[in-house]
């Protein structure tokens, strides 16, 4: 599986309900679930993002219904970053020489 960064923004409505932002966790966790991913991680951020994902996932396609999904819900808004591990990252690399 690939793995994904998916960044969070919360809109003005998840801001208002702050306090619901463990549901929202809960369910990108559950729809990530649905869709046949897992959520490996998660950090609440400082800076231009609230929020990070680190997920395992399918495919490209599986991971962007799930930002559709989750972005249509109103609290949030997704960016989605493919990571690329060290390994990956050595085996692109040596396919360049």
């Known amino acids: 599986m690939a793995t994904y960064m998916m960044l969070f923004h919360l809109t003005g409505r998840g801001v208002q309900d702050m306090t619901d932002s463990p549901t929202y966790i809960d369910t990108a966790k559950e729809v990530f679930r649905d869709l046949g991913s897992k959520v490996k991680d998660f950090y609440m951020l400082m800076g231009h993002y609230d929020m990070v994902f680190i997920v395992e996932s399918p495919s490209y396609e599986t991971v962007a219904k799930a930002a559709l999904t989750l972005d249509s819900l109103g609290s949030m ?18 396919e360049l020489k």
């Open 77 to 94: 808004r997704t960016e989605t970053i493919r990571a690329f591990t060290e390994e990956e990252y050595r085996k692109i690399i040596a």
